[in-house]
């Protein structure tokens, strides 16, 4: 089993993500459809970094080759990742995330 967990500053990515370029390199067309705020791109992003830390390859690839999708019900997950487990969380002004695979 490894796990990987990730925080970040939303405000770090709400100036971010008012670089278009960015966006389009860290998250796809599908997560930046979903995304309609900063902490929504936060939480993504610490998602992703979550899951290549419990992959324990370190950034080896674009992030947006990466996509979290969500479940009818809500639920994070990555789309193609077999038994990868996603939570994402907020509070203030901080995203955070935790991936747990077996």
Same mark, same amino acid.
């Given at each position: #089993?490894?796990?990987?967990?990730?925080?970040?500053?939303?405000?770090?990515? !709400?100036?971010?993500?008012?670089?278009?370029?960015?966006?389009?390199?860290?998250?796809?067309?599908?997560?930046?459809?979903? /995304?309609? $705020?900063?902490?929504?791109?936060?939480?993504?992003?610490?998602?992703?970094?979550?899951?290549?830390?419990?992959?324990?390859?370190?950034?080896?690839?674009?992030?947006? $080759?990466?996509?979290?999708?969500?479940?009818?019900?809500?639920?994070?997950?990555?789309?193609?990742?077999?038994? /990868?487990?996603?939570?994402?969380?907020?509070?203030?002004?901080? !995203?955070?995330?935790? /991936?747990? #695979?077996?």
């Amino acid at each position: #089993m490894r796990i990987g967990t990730d925080i970040i500053q939303i405000s770090r990515i !709400a100036k971010s993500i008012e670089n278009r370029h960015f966006v389009e390199s860290v998250f796809t067309e599908n997560e930046q459809a979903y /995304c309609k $705020t900063a902490q929504s791109y936060a939480g993504l992003f610490a998602a992703k970094e979550a899951y290549l830390k419990a992959l324990e390859t370190g950034i080896n690839r674009r992030l947006n $080759t990466i996509e979290i999708l969500h479940t009818d019900k809500g639920k994070p997950y990555i789309d193609g990742a077999d038994k /990868c487990d996603i939570s994402i969380s907020h509070d203030g002004d901080y !995203a955070i995330a935790v /991936c747990i #695979m077996e």
